[in-house]
Every structure is written in structure tokens, then in C-alpha cells.
């Protein structure tokens, strides 16, 4: 019989699952509607303003379609905007407006104080561990 708990895709399931929990907890507990995935869409933006929705989606590493209703969300919240670039006439720009940009400084520190709660059953050298073993197994020069 197969033992799920020895299945690496499971237990990394499981970890998203209880990840994106836990972030939502506390995004509605702080009165927040942001998803991870936004958040990390707004995060990338605000480091390179005028990116677009494909090179967002590689950098955040979600496909296009996924990207697409993202940043569709994110634009009727009001807190990302789409400008024709001035490099490829198909292209759009995407920049964090001013509610985007107060929005991602306020939940900012929740988001970092919310990140050890995640690994909560861990002591500090596991989690410092595992955070190192998580990085080498994302990186796409792994082998």
C-alpha cells in the first residue's frame, strides 16, 4: 500500500495548502483581499515596473492564461495598471498605482511575520534547513 506521507508531491501539496491558508487567515483577519499570488505579482511588479504579463508570469512561475486573470484582478481592484509599451505595440506595461503601491507597504510586514507561522512545528534549524533544501529543489539549474 502506498504511504502518502513518503510522497514528496503530497507532503509539497499539503505544505501549499496549508501556506495559502494561513496567508489567507491573516490577509482577512487584517481586512486585506490579496491572494499569494497577487501578492507575489505585486511584489515582482513593484521591483520591475513596466514588466509584462509574460515576463510576469515566468518570474512569479505561473502560466500565461493563470497571469492573465491575475492581473485582470488586480486592475479592477485598482491596484495595477496596464500602459502600452513602448517597446512592443502587443505588449502592456503593468505599474503598481498608488493604491497598489500603500496596499503592498501595509500587508508587507504581515506577509514576513506570516512566513515562520507556515513552518510553525519547525524549530529554528529545521526551518533554516528547510528553507535551504526548498531553494536548491526550486532552482531550474537543480540536478
Known sequence: MTDLRKMPGHL???????????FADRM???GVDLTPVQ???LTHIRSHPGTDQASLARAIAYDKATMG???DRLCQ?????RDASETDRRARALHLTGEGTKLLQ???PLVETLQR???ANLSDEEYAQIMGLLDKATRKDAS
Open 28 to 30: 482577512s483577519q487584517a
Open 12 to 22: 509539497i501539496r499539503r505544505l501549499n495548502q496549508m501556506s495559502v491558508a494561513v
Open 69 to 71: 486573470g491575475v492581473v
Open 77 to 81: 481592484k485598482r491596484l495595477v495598471r
Open 117 to 119: 507561522d507556515i513552518l
Open 39 to 41: 501578492f507575489a505579482a
Open 106 to 108: 501595509s500587508v508587507q
